[in-house]
């Protein structure tokens, strides 16, 4: 649709229709046997070190393509989602550091960057096109970022690799060996092929080459991009003319993209401007550390870019089927969608006044609140903070809420392929 086209759509805004958006999303056509291959593997336990964490365990169409936790329990966890608790036997070592972000529409072009920080991202002048945390060290071949990023849930012990020295994959990643022949990826590569399945399903997408990790992770990122693209919701529909926004929903997005001033950082078809903005979002859970590190804070982008401006920023998520995605936040610290709505009303005031049973999280013999009870820790949060204040009724919250209710694709929750009965490895699909 041309852009003309799309903006003569948007009269029953006329208000607000300049910043209204106006460019519809490109998805680039997936191979259905690629497709297949990444459906099964992305259910299938195989790719984790211990054989009992698949990509779906953190990441599942029942809790909004996310597992409905602030922080998730990956490799020693028993249980899908809520009912997730350690596993007694084997319990992890700590939370997984950031809250598991839902997959929404990731196949869209427009994505150019992954994870809360962009620590990996699409880069011209970088090999392949795409940065990543390898720098150098990284393979070559992948289909674009979202299958780069595919790679690294692989070699997290919280999420997926294991333990240190438990299995042959954990102990790969802890000696430093992640690409090349006896590198971790290669490892995973070798059990995929050695199941007749995926070796002959691969085989007819590489035309008889044995499968490489590039086509594990090419296959999952085309079974995403199919899997749940999202743009059928009441707004989609409203954009394109077919069914406009009425009642509450329509004063939320008057709202939205007027007076409460979301549409600054929430822009675009997807609500995304896919920058990094410091919120003041509170820090729970261990942060984000190097093994050798004691701290428990996350910086965020500065993180990645090194940049002091960029302290406590985080991406801008897409707000697609945000009913569902709970909880909220770089650490999920909000499970509630009104709290982080509220919380941005006065990110300062909200920081200094978070009660951890805002959160969701299964019980671990952690302490989840380091950060928030060190008042320099807060503060740095606090100064970082880019949102001034703004003075919303409750009518007029609840419009706004109303609005993002309007961002559901019901169909899309589900998936087009759904949960498979049973993977090539015979091991337990997380149902």
């Known amino acids: 649709m041309k852009r003309v086209a799309v903006l003569s759509l948007l009269t029953a805004l006329p208000a607000v229709a300049g910043q209204m958006p106006d460019t519809p999303p490109v998805f680039p056509a997936q191979d259905p046997a690629l497709v297949e291959m990444g459906w099964l593997l992305f259910y299938d336990p195989i790719l984790s070190g211990n054989k009992e964490v698949a990509c779906a365990t953190c990441h599942h169409p029942k809790f909004g393509t996310s597992d409905g936790l602030s922080l998730g329990i990956g490799d020693g966890g028993i249980g899908l989602g809520t009912a997730r608790v350690a596993d007694p036997d084997n319990p992890p070592e700590q939370r997984i550091p950031r809250n598991a972000p839902a997959v929404f529409n990731l196949g869209a072009a427009e994505f150019a960057s992954m994870f809360h920080d962009g620590r990996l991202e699409a880069k011209p002048d970088e090999p392949d096109g795409i940065r990543t945390p390898l720098g150098q060290e990284m393979v070559h071949g992948f289909s674009g970022v979202l299958s780069a990023q595919s790679m690294f849930p692989v070699l997290s012990g919280d999420e997926m690799a294991g333990h240190y020295s438990e299995n042959e994959i954990s102990q790969a990643v802890r000696q430093g060996f992640l690409t090349g022949e006896d590198g971790a990826w290669a490892l995973i590569s070798a059990r995929v092929r050695a ?39 009441p707004f989609d529909r409203h954009l394109r003319g077919e ?14 993209y007027g007076k409460a001033g979301c549409a600054t950082c929430h822009s675009g078809w997807f609500q995304t ?22 701290h428990a804070r996350d910086t965020g982008r500065m993180r990645v870019t090194g940049r002091a401006e960029d302290a406590y920023a985080f991406r801008t998520p897409s707000l697609r089927n945000v009913t569902e995605t709970a909880p909220y936040g770089h650490a999920g610290a909000y499970a509630s969608l009104e709290d982080v709505v509220r919380h941005h009303l006065d990110p300062i005031a909200a920081l200094n006044s978070y009660s951890l049973d805002q959160a969701r999280l299964p019980d671990l ?10 008042p320099r820790e807060v503060a740095a949060i606090a100064e970082a903070n880019q949102l001034a204040p703004i003075s919303l009724s409750d009518a007029e919250v609840a419009a706004i809420l109303a609005f993002l209710g309007s961002l559901t694709d019901p169909a899309s929750i589900a998936g087009r392929l759904g949960v498979p009965d049973t993977v090539p490895s015979g091991l337990p699909v997380p149902q």
Do not use: C
């Open 365 to 374: 013999p952690v302490d989840d609140l380091r950060i928030m009870r060190d």
């Open 273 to 294: 401007d896919h920058d990094f903005h410091a919120i003041a979002m509170p820090q729970i859970g261990p942060g984000k550390a190097a093994r050798f590190e004691r």
């Open 195 to 233: 199941i007749p399945e995926y070796a002959q399903g691969f085989e007819k997408v590489t035309g008889g080459a044995p499968a490489q990790f590039t086509d594990i992770s090419d296959a999952l990122a085309a079974f995403m991009a199919f899997e749940w693209q999202a743009d059928n919701s």
């Open 243 to 256: 069914e406009p926004l009425t009642g509450a929903a329509l004063d939320g997005a008057n709202l939205f």
